[in-house]
């Protein structure tokens, strides 16, 4: 009888990712809203945010900040919640967002700083 091992999520993920703080603006029209982005990597980002989160499947426009360089990208946001005052330790508000549009420059830094 085989025994299966437990998988971690880190060990199913594709792409490493940063679990840096990074600034963030973005908005579907334009840089309208301000936020952190953690857990960075080559396809995308978590936007931290209980207040502007948009709707899955919406596309955001961001200016994402790493090192003092400002780096533009679009992304399709894949999942978004937000969460009661109470919970905001346990279930982190905001937005998981697969980048669309990224430069091969800002592909290649995300790459190493994962």
Avoid: W
Avoid at 19 to 29: E, F, M, S
Wanted: proline content about 2%; glycine content about 8%.
């Amino acid at each position: 009888m085989a025994t299966q091992q437990a998988t971690t999520g880190s060990q199913k993920r594709r792409y490493k990712r940063s679990y840096k703080t990074y600034r963030v603006q973005y908005g579907p029209k334009g840089t309208e809203h301000k936020a952190n982005a953690r857990r960075l990597s080559e396809c995308g980002l978590f936007i931290e945010s209980n207040r502007d989160v948009y709707a899955s499947g919406t596309t955001l426009i961001m200016h994402i900040e790493i090192d003092g360089t400002v780096y533009r990208a679009t992304g399709l946001v894949r999942n978004a919640r937000t969460s009661d005052a109470r919970l905001i330790r346990i279930l982190k508000p905001g937005m998981g967002v697969e980048f669309t549009d990224i430069s091969q420059e800002l592909r290649t830094i995300l790459g190493a700083v994962t």
